[in-house]
C-alpha cells in the first residue's frame, strides 16, 4: 500500500479478555488496528546507554524501555511467573530518546514484572521486553535477581581453557538433551544443564558417557544448539515432553527453563547453566552458544514487536514482514537499535556466563557491518572468543546482497569464519539431495571442492576454481575463516546419507567411506566441525529435519560406542594426530599455498597432497595425505624418500607402522593414508 509515498502498516493490536492484571499472556484476541507510518522507523531516536532493562539493588529497581512509538508504558510487579494480580502497577516515565523509566524502592528481589505498551487507542500485550534476563516459568514475565547469588562455588575463578590459535579448535556440535537422555547414558540429570557436568558417567559397558567422553574424543569446543529460552516448549508441563532445537527464540538473554531442575524460579537456570560452563571449563573445554538473533519465534507478539512495533525487522516492499529466515520473519541488523541489541546480547554472554564463543544461525541475513562490530567488540573482551556462522539465508531478503554476511561476502568479514558447504557436498554429496553421493562415495567430479576444503578456502594455484561446485574463487582470507564439516544437525547424518547414497553396500564398506569422509575433514586446512555421536554411528532413522521429532530419531545411543568402538577409537586418534601435528593446521594462507602441493594423479578418484612440515613447524619434516574415493583399490607412485606409515587401513600410530619400500604403494579400496618423513 502506498500514499503519498509513505507506507503504512495495519497492526492488529492484543488486548486481553480480562483485566490487565490477571493476564497471563495467552488468552488474547483481536482488538483495533492502528496505522504505524512505516517509512518514520529509520528515523526512530536511538538510546545510547547501556543500561536498558533492569538495573537491581538492593535499595530500588530501575527499569528502563526504548519504546519511541509508545504514548504510554506501564510496569507491573507480580509475585508469580505466571497468573494472579499485580501487587504494584507503575506508569513509566518518558526520558527522551524513545526511553522509558519507573524506579520502585526497597528491596524487590524475587518478584517478577511487565512492561505494557500504548500506542494510544491500541493497548499491546504485556512482555517482560527484549533486555529481560531473568524469566519465570515459559518466560512470560521478568524475574528481578540479584546476580550475584546465582553465581555456582569458585566461579570467579572460573577461566577460559587455553587456545593459542584459532586454527587450533576442533568443534563438536551438541543437542543439550541429546547427550544425555539416552536409557543407557548413566546420567543422572538427563537432558539437563546439569547432565553436562556430571563426571564418571558409563554406560552398562562400563565407557565413558557426557562430559568424561567428550574430553576422552580430545575436541576443544562444544558447541551447544540453542540453550536461550526459546518458545516451543512448555516449561510448565515438562512431564508431557515435546523436543524442539530450539531455533525459536523467545528471551534472547535468558537460559532456557527446559533445561533446568526449576524453570519457575528464574535463578536455578541461571546458576545451573553456570555450572555447566564451569565444568566444561574445568575439563579443558570451551563453549559455544548457538545464537539465532535473525528471527523471533513469534512475530506480532515477540518482545520486539510489543515494545517497538515492526521497528526489529525486514519489510518487504509492500508493508509484510519480509521472510529470508523461512520462519515467518526476518530481523533487520542494520537499524541501529537492532544491532545494539545483538552486540550488547553477545557480550553479555560472554562477560556473565563465560561463553566462549558464538555460531550465528542463518549469519547471511545479518549485514557485514554488524558482524564486524560485534566481533571487534567481543575481542576486546577477549581476543580468543571465536565467532563464525551460516553464510547463507533461507530465502530472499531486502538486504542488497552486496551488505549480506554471506560466503561470498567472507572476505569482508574480520574475525568471523563461515561454514563451508563447497567442502560438506564436495565429500557427501549435495545435502538436498539425499541419494547423491560425494567423493568419499564414488563422485569423482567433486574433488575440486575437496581441494577446495583442503587449502581452507583460501586461495591455491592448484585448485580449479571453475570446477568447485558453489564457490567460483576462494573466499577465505586465513584457514580460519572456513569450518569444514560433513553434517551438523540440519539434514542428514552422515552415516543416514551413507546408506542413502549407497544402497546395497555392507556396513564394513560404509564404515571405511565414514572414516575416509572424516579423515577429510580432520587434516584439512581451517576449523573441523563434528556432530556430536558421529563417532560412533550417529543416525536418526532417515530423518532429515528433526527438530521436533522425538527423542528416539535425536538422541545419542550410547549403546553404538561399545557396538562401533574401533570407529571411536580412529575419530579419538585422528583428533590427536591433529592436535599434535600443526602441519594439519597452518595459520595463514601464505603458508598454505607455500607448503601444500598436491600430487598428479593418474585416476580421478584419488586425491594427494604433500605438506612441508619442517616449514609448517612440524616434527615430520614430510608429510603426504592420500584418499582413495573408489570401490578400487590401486597401486600409486609417491615421491621419493624414506617414509613411514602413520595411518594405513583406518589405524593409526603415531610412531609409525612399518616403512615404504619404494616409492609405490598399494591402495585399499575408500581408503585413506598418511605417511611421514622424519
Known amino acids: 500500500m502506498k500514499k503519498n509515498n509513505l507506507f503504512f502498516l495495519i497492526l492488529f493490536a492484543l488486548s486481553f479478555h480480562s483485566s490487565s492484571a490477571q493476564n497471563d499472556n495467552v488468552r488474547m484476541k483481536k482488538k483495533a488496528i492502528t496505522l504505524i507510518p512505516v517509512d518514520g522507523l529509520d528515523s526512530y531516536p536511538v538510546y545510547k546507554g547501556n543500561d536498558l532493562g533492569l538495573t537491581y539493588s538492593k535499595r530500588k529497581s530501575v527499569f528502563k524501555l526504548w519504546s519511541p512509538a509508545a504514548k504510554e508504558v ?362 547423491a553421493a560425494g567423493f568419499a562415495t564414488g563422485n569423482y567430479k567433486l574433488a575440486e571442492s575437496v581441494k577446495f576444503g583442503i587449502t581452507g578456502a583460501v586461495n591455491h594455484p592448484q585448485v580449479d576454481y571453475a570446477k568447485v561446485n558453489y564457490s567460483k574463487f576462494a573466499w577465505a582470507n586465513e584457514p580460519a575463516d572456513c569450518i569444514n564439516y560433513v553434517s551438523c544437525h540440519d539434514n542428514h547424518t552422515l552415516w543416514d546419507r551413507l546408506v542413502n547414497s549407497r544402497k546395497g553396500d555392507q556396513e564394513a564398506d560404509l564404515l571405511k567411506m565414514d572414516k575416509l569422509a572424516q579423515t577429510m575433514v580432520l587434516t584439512s586446512q581451517g576449523i573441523p566441525f563434528l556432530l556430536a555421536g558421529e563417532e560412533f554411528v550417529r543416525t536418526k532413522e532417515g530423518l532429515d529435519n528433526s527438530y521436533q521429532s522425538a527423542d528416539r530419531f535425536n538422541r545419542i545411543n550410547w549403546d553404538n560406542k561399545k557396538k562401533y568402538k574401533d570407529l571411536f577409537t580412529y575419530y579419538k586418534d585422528l583428533i590427536a594426530l591433529r592436535k599434535k601435528h600443526p602441519a594439519f593446521r597452518m595459520g595463514t594462507a601464505e603458508a598454505i599455498r607455500k607448503n601444500i602441493k598436491f600430487m598428479d594423479s593418474p585416476f580421478d578418484y584419488i586425491i594427494g597432497y604433500s605438506i612441508d612440515g619442517a616449514a609448517a613447524g612440524d616434527s615430520w619434516k614430510r608429510i603426504l595425505v592420500i584418499f582413495n574415493g573408489s570401490k578400487i583399490g590401486k597401486r600409486m607412485t609417491i615421491p621419493d624418500g624414506n617414509w613411514k606409515m602413520i595411518c594405513n587401513n583406518y589405524r593409526i600410530s603415531e610412531n609409525g607402522m612399518g616403512k615404504v619400500n619404494g616409492n609405490k604403494i598399494n591402495l585399499l579400496p575408500w581408503s585413506a593414508y598418511i605417511l611421514a618423513e622424519e
Open 74 to 435: 506501564t510496569l507491573r510487579l507480580y509475585e508469580k511467573g505466571e497468573g494472579g494480580k499485580a501487587v504494584l502497577t507503575k506508569k513509566m516515565k518518558p526520558k527522551g530518546k524513545g526511553l522509558w523509566l519507573a524506579k520502585t524502592g526497597g528491596n524487590k528481589e524475587g518478584l517478577f514484572y511487565t512492561y505494557q505498551v500504548s500506542l494510544g487507542d491500541t493497548l499491546l500485550a504485556e512482555t517482560p521486553g527484549p533486555y529481560v534476563r531473568a524469566t519465570g516459568v515459559n518466560g512470560l514475565r521478568g524475574m528481578i535477581v540479584d546476580f550475584a547469588k546465582t553465581n555456582p562455588e569458585g566461579w570467579q575463578n572460573d577461566q577460559r581453557p587455553p587456545l593459542a590459535h584459532f586454527q587450533d579448535i576442533i568443534l563438536y556440535e551438541l543437542h543439550l538433551r541429546d547427550i544425555s537422555v539416552h536409557e543407557n547414558s548413566g546420567i543422572k540429570n538427563k537432558g539437563k544443564y546439569l547432565g553436562l557436568t556430571e563426571t564418571s558417567t558409563k554406560t552398562p559397558d562400563g565407557l565413558s558417557t557426557g562430559l568424561d567422553h567428550i574430553k576422552e574424543l580430545g575436541v576443544t569446543h562444544v558447541h551447544l544448539l540453542p540453550v536461550f529460552d526459546f518458545l516451543s516448549i512448555d516449561e510448565s508441563n515438562l512431564d508431557q515432553h515435546k523436543y524442539n532445537w530450539g531455533y525459536d527464540p523467545q528471551n534472547y538473554n535468558v537460559p532456557e527453563g527446559s533445561y533446568s531442575t526449576d524453570p519457575y524460579d528464574g535463578r536455578v537456570r541461571i546458576r545451573e547453566f553456570k555450572t555447566m560452563v564451569k565444568a566444561l571449563h574445568e575439563n579443558g573445554l570451551r563453549v559455544i552458544m548457538d545464537v539465532v538473533y535473525n528471527h523471533t519465534g513469534s512475530t506480532e507478539n515477540s518482545s520486539f514487536n510489543l515494545t517497538a512495533p515492526y521497528y526489529y525487522y525486514r519489510l518487504d516492499e509492500n508493508g509484510f514482514f519480509s521472510d529470508a529466515s523461512g520462519c515467518g520473519n526476518e530481523t533487520a541488523s542494520e537499524r541501529p537499535m537492532m544491532r545494539k541489541f545483538m552486540i550488547e546480547s553477545m557480550k553479555y554472554w560472554a562477560q556473565e556466563y563465560h561463553v566462549d564463543g558464538f555460531r550465528l544461525d542463518l549469519m547471511g541475513i545479518h549485514d557485514i557491518e554488524t558482524m564486524n562490530l560485534a566481533a571487534a567488540e567481543l575481542h576486546k573482551i577477549d581476543p580468543t572468543i571465536f565467532i563464525y556462522g551460516e553464510g547463507w539465508t533461507a530465502g530472499t531478503s531486502p538486504l542488497p546482497e552486496i551488505r549480506r554476511a554471506v560466503k561470498a561476502n567472507a572476505k569482508k568479514l574480520k574475525g568471523v569464519a563461515v561454514f563451508s558447504d563447497d567442502f560438506r557436498d564436495g565429500v557427501k554429496g549435495n545435502v538436498f539431495e539425499p541419494k
